[in-house]
């Protein structure tokens, strides 16, 4: 079975700067996808990112992108230039290539401060 | 287009009731799941279907029932409800059960308390 790790729970950063949330997991399949979702104050569920597994190019989306380590099984989200509106919990998640469930790590609250 | 939506957005129960957590989507999705949320462990799947008719358990199906008779809905139904099951439900939708990696569109999601 797969298993995805947040080992931050909560992360704090400056308004402007850029901060890294860290996601690890453990899987024996060779193609999968990775994704980061937001879920601010409102508890709506965002996709923020996509990863797929055979694509060696690390995604990115506007501010957010994130440092796909496919052999150390490390898949990382920068944001940069952080704003207010960032403050959520962040989850990382798993997909296998022959399947639709998502398997979530436990998230990072992550707080913007002005 | 509305999405995916959800009702009621909160409800609290008594041990031992029974209700039904509706979910409904616009977009005609194949793929439906639901998922609770607890604190410190993320999102964990309780059912999917992959299409009308077919549903199938997830990690923690134990408490829950759900059909699938059309496309656009999914009910979750708890049959006799525990505190262990106060939770947030999210219910999500994906466009097809043959491609995988697409992105999963979700519910507003509900907060059940039961006492």
């Known amino acids: 079975a797969q298993t995805v790790t947040q080992s931050q729970p909560e992360m704090s950063v400056q308004e402007a700067e850029t901060v890294t949330l860290s996601c690890t997991y453990d899987?024996?399949?060779?193609?999968?996808?990775l994704f980061w979702y937001k879920q601010p104050p409102s508890r709506q569920m965002i996709l923020v990112i996509r990863q797929e597994a055979y694509k060696q190019q690390n995604a990115t989306e506007n501010r957010f992108s994130v440092n796909f380590q496919k052999a150390a099984k490390s898949f990382s989200l920068k944001i940069s230039d952080s704003q207010l509106g960032d403050t959520a919990m962040y989850f990382c998640a798993f997909m296998k290539q022959d399947g639709n469930k998502l398997v979530f790590g436990a998230g990072t609250i992550l707080r913007v401060k002005s | 287009n509305a999405g995916v939506t959800q009702t009621p957005k909160f409800q609290v129960l008594k041990t031992g009731q029974s209700m039904t957590l509706q979910c409904a989507q616009d977009?005609?999705?194949?793929?439906m799941s639901w998922y609770r949320q607890d604190p410190g462990m993320g999102l964990r799947l309780i059912h999917y279907s992959v299409g009308a008719g077919i549903t199938d358990q997830g990690e923690v199906p134990n408490g829950y029932n759900v059909s699938r008779s059309t496309t656009e809905d999914f009910p979750l139904r708890l049959l006799s409800a525990a505190p262990s099951q106060t939770s947030v439900y999210f219910c999500?939708?994906?466009?097809?059960?043959?491609?995988?990696?697409?992105?999963?569109?979700f519910g507003p999601g509900t907060r059940l308390t039961v006492t």
């Open positions: 999500a939708s994906s466009y097809s059960r043959w491609l995988a990696g697409y992105e999963q569109y």
């Open positions: 977009m005609n999705h194949e793929y």
């Open positions: 899987t024996s399949e060779s193609n999968y996808y």
